[in-house]
């Protein structure tokens, strides 16, 4: 019987490294304490690889693993895997999203208590100081206070519940889930930040991606509550670091726990000066038990790999390409892209996604369809993949459908999605030249013309004299450089996509929506 090579970087719970020496078609080999150079030794002769955070899954590791099929990432967060080179050699990666679920929930409400009762310091004073002051440590109760939970996916909801149970006055604000999700549980559900910045304690729970870095900055603290208490056992960057440091240090922000930092470790870090701040060194995995079930999650998942039976919550399920002709993987590359696009400009909740077609693509509508669902969904949805898109949409309600038509638009193939969101309907369409040039060629009803690359603004305005100048100021005023200007024009108004070199703030977009003309103003990257 031929074995299965499966190397275990690094160090994982004992109950997960039992089921791979117990499994006879697995050829187990432990490698957790050798230095990383020998490592790329060991490494040539894997199928399959375990790892966490102490091995960089480099182009030098990548290298090395020639034998490899796949790479399991023990753990939610995969920064230290190069997923693109993952692809291109042919590897599927997959993490452990859930398994941490109830370890960060209760962390959070660690942080949360820790803040409120300054529960590290007065532990301080006593047992390594031995004073005994009692007056020193007057605190702050939970009960009645109001807590915004920014984020309701595994971990947000569960910390809104026992949040509750503290008999906490509870609101979230998560625009990608339909309200009933949080009113069904007894929470508040709110569509307005401005619920969320006006609570006496405000955690965050949402993945780190584009839309979410900073998204707590000096802007929206200046609008907070003077001594608001803020929690992130989330992802380092949420909040931003330098508005959190001065507003900790100016006393605005009274209390901060705080689990995660943009750079790792952060053992020189100015937040670890302050005497208002709880920190740990980004512990929301570990117990025990969390430990415990992201390894054995893990190995199950590496021997199922290595079989090629499945690839549970894998980040880059390549398509069968004997299945798929060369012109057709343009399009589906173009699909995901539109998708992220669409779903950058529809922040509501997501009710149905149809994806069509003409031409010959429409024979693949099935493949273009799973690509688009992760395409929208990896907007809001940390854990989406090209294995779970399908069920994650059904569990939200998602209604998922494809329609095939006859080539009537003039393109020779063509593809178009369309959303369905609490606030309305989005579609936008796109096409191939020349066998791999993408075009964006059409958004909510505008003809258009557009790489589907960089940074770009999308403004709907009434079509009057004015309006390009007008945009022009203050984007240069804003030192801005405009790369490009397409607009379309039509019966109802017209529409401009301007791609920029600069990313552009919420203030810019502000002034822009400010305009006279103007009838919506959106922000997006591809």
């Known amino acids: 019987m031929s074995k299965h090579t499966i190397v275990v970087c690094d160090h994982i719970h004992d109950a997960g490294l039992q089921i791979l020496q117990s499994t006879e078609d697995v050829n187990y080999v432990y490698a957790a304490d050798v230095n990383k150079t020998e490592l790329l ?83 301080n004073q006593l047992k390594i100081d031995r004073v005994w002051k009692r007056e020193d440590w007057y605190g702050n109760e939970l009960y009645g206070k109001k807590l915004g939970v920014i984020g309701f996916g595994n971990i947000g909801h569960r910390v809104a519940l026992r949040a509750k149970s503290f008999e906490m006055d509870v609101v979230t604000y998560d625009p990608y889930i339909p309200s009933t999700k949080a009113t069904d549980l007894g929470i508040k559900y709110t569509t307005n930040f401005e619920d969320i910045l006006s609570c006496d304690i405000i955690t965050i729970h949402t993945p780190k991606n584009k839309e979410t870095i900073n998204m707590i900055g000096f802007e929206e603290i200046a609008r907070m509550k003077d001594g608001v208490v803020l929690i992130n056992c989330a992802r380092g960057g949420l909040y931003n670091e330098d508005a959190l440091y001065e507003n900790l240090k100016s006393g605005k922000i009274a209390m901060a726990g705080i689990d995660v930092f943009i750079k790792e470790p952060a053992i020189d870090h100015p937040l670890l000066d302050l005497p208002n701040v709880t920190v740990t060194a980004h512990l929301g995995a570990n117990t025990r038990e969390s430990q415990r079930e992201i390894s054995v999650q893990a190995a199950n998942n590496a021997i199922e790999s290595a079989r090629g039976i499945a690839y549970p919550n894998a980040l880059n399920l390549p398509i069968d390409e004997s299945k798929i002709p060369s012109f057709v993987k343009p399009y589906i590359e173009l699909t995901q892209k539109m998708a992220f696009l669409i779903a950058q400009l529809s922040k509501s909740e997501l009710r149905s996604i149809n994806i069509s077609a003409e031409g010959e693509v429409s024979e693949y509508l099935d493949s273009l369809q799973t690509f688009a669902t992760v395409g929208i969904l ?30 009537h638009s003039g393109y020779q193939n063509k593809v178009s999605i369309k959303i369905t969101t609490s606030n309305g309907v989005k579609t936008i369409s796109g096409t191939v030249f020349n066998e791999d040039v993408q075009r964006i060629v059409e958004i909510n009803g505008f003809s258009l013309d557009i790489e589907p690359k960089g940074k770009m603004i999308i403004m709907r305005n009434q079509d009057v004299p004015g309006v390009i100048g007008e945009v022009g100021k203050i984007l240069g005023s804003n030192n801005i450089n405009i790369a490009d200007f ?3 024009r039509g019966k109802d108004g017209a529409l401009a996509v301007i791609l920029v070199d600069e990313k552009v703030s919420s203030d810019i977009l502000k002034k822009l929506d400010s305009l006279e003309a103007a009838i919506a103003v959106a922000y997006a990257e591809i």
């Open 41 to 123: 030794d060991i490494i040539k002769d894997a199928h399959v690889a375990i790892t966490r955070s102490s091995t960089d899954v480099d182009e030098k590791f990548l290298n090395a693993a020639v034998n490899l099929k796949a790479i399991i990432r023990a753990g939610v967060g995969y920064d230290n895997v190069d997923i693109e080179g993952c692809s291109k050699r042919g590897i599927i990666a997959m993490n452990v999203p859930t398994a941490n679920t109830i370890a960060a929930v209760e962390l959070t409400m660690t942080h949360m208590l820790s803040c409120m009762r300054k529960f590290p310091y007065a532990h």
């Open 378 to 407: 990896s907007v809001s949805c940390e854990e989406v993949n090209y294995v779970n898109a399908n069920f994650i949409a059904k569990e939200k309600g998602i209604e998922l459908t494809t329609s095939e038509f006859s080539n």
């Open 486 to 488: 397409r607009l379309s």
